[in-house]
């Protein structure tokens, strides 16, 4: 027996799971039971993809595409700001027009770009674990997860330390773009977040344009001057866009890791004593932890997956934090352990042509910040409520209370007296 539910035909016993309910979470046990049942569950948003295959599968099935138009009028958005940004997105756009852009940023956004930011990363960490080391209980959000990314967003836009405050709050706010469903104000705060961003934007390229320095806004600049065939309101488009992912993403993975290693005190004092584990620390962290639980697309046709008949314009829901939990996909899967060098990319990234342009940047500031706090620092405790942004899209504490123990002492070398 089947049903329709929506645009897609499903057998009557597919399990369903209540993802816009406040009180749920991917970690909550009825959605491992529905991975065990099936490969996909209802929801009142789409189709929730659950096992780690077929997420891998479905991200790069050129069928599906992420349409900022579809998911806003599904989100009963039909212009306005919000509107204006999402749908013209990099991440919106297909074929050709996706590589233009795509090409462009890639000429700006360089390897070399990233790994020269990272003597500022460390100096950045450095410092803001200066003040962890002196307190030892802190408010991690506040005190270093939003700092350092937005530091390092900053010095990559060459934004003024002076503006940083106010830029914090625009991106912060923006991130709720993919949480529309859970509604609340979060459509009034993206709203608010994307005005303040293009008028902030339009300043800074003006400023660029005129006196050119050492940052990707001017590379970028530098790059349409040269032909790159992009118009200012593409540019515009496009930095805001930069802007989103190069910084609440990495403040949620870098809170969501001092979750991790607060219930696994044990792997912070393994890599403590052997830092040359952060690059795979880097990807169980995100694998298990990671900051972005879910990834949307839509049909951009009708099609037929698995048996399964899914029509054009259906919201389907690769849901990330599950499906990196799939015990089909990789040994003790639901288990943290920075030792093990697992097969498994992770999905959070997205795949194929869309690959997240921010992924390089988020593992280089990880992988600095890591081996700092984890040296100077013992293991982190949570000490009060925990406040979570709405489970789907970019999900991570807002609010962390932590209590670092006592750092790690150096080892005694011995000397034994011959009688």
Partial sequence: MSAVVGSVSV???????????????????????????????????????????????LLRDPRLTFNGKTYLEKNGIFDGPIYDWLVPMISSR?????????????????????????????????????HLVSVRSCEFVDDFANKLPMAVM?????????????????????????????GGDLQARVEAAVVGLNGYVDSLMADKTATPTDDLI???????????????????????????????????????AMVAFAEHHDQWTLLAGRPELIEQTVEEVMRLYPATTSVGRFAA???????????????????????????????????????????????????????CLGAALARAELSEALPILTSRLGPPSI???????????????????????????????????RP
């Fill in 11 to 57: 057998p009557n016993d597919v399990p369903f799971l209540n993802v816009v309910d406040p009180k749920f979470r991917f970690s909550n046990p009825e959605v491992a039971l529905a991975q065990a049942r099936s490969w996909y569950a209802e929801s009142p948003i789409g189709l929730l993809v659950l096992r780690y295959a077929e997420a891998q599968e």
């Fill in 94 to 130: 297909n074929g050709d027009d996706h590589r233009r852009l795509r090409g462009l940023v890639n000429r700006a956004f360089t390897p070399r770009m990233i790994n020269n930011l990272r003597p500022f990363i460390r100096a950045i960490a450095e410092h803001l674990t200066d």
């Fill in 154 to 182: 900053c010095r990559l836009l060459g934004v003024p330390e002076e503006d940083f405050d106010k830029f914090r709050t625009w991106t912060s706010d923006i991130t709720f773009v993919f949480s529309l469903a859970h």
């Fill in 218 to 256: 001017s590379a970028l600049i530098a790059v349409q001057q040269d032909g790159g065939s992009i118009s200012a309101e593409e540019l515009r488009n496009l930095l805001v866009t930069l802007v989103f992912a190069a910084h609440d993403t990495t403040r949620y993975q870098l809170s969501n």
């Fill in 301 to 355: 046709e009708d099609l037929e997956y698995n048996g399964l008949h899914i029509a054009r314009d259906t919201h389907i829901l690769i849901c990330v934090f599950a499906a990196q939990r799939d015990p089909r996909a990789s040994y003790d899967a639901a288990s943290f352990d920075i030792s093990i060098a697992r097969k498994t990319p992770p999905l959070q990234f997205g795949g194929g042509p869309h690959y």
């Fill in 383 to 417: 000490t009060g409520p925990v406040t979570w942004t709405p489970s789907t899209g970019i999900n991570g504490p807002q609010m962390l209370p932590i209590h670092f123990g006592q750092p790690p002492q150096p080892a005694r070398s011995t000397r034994w007296n």
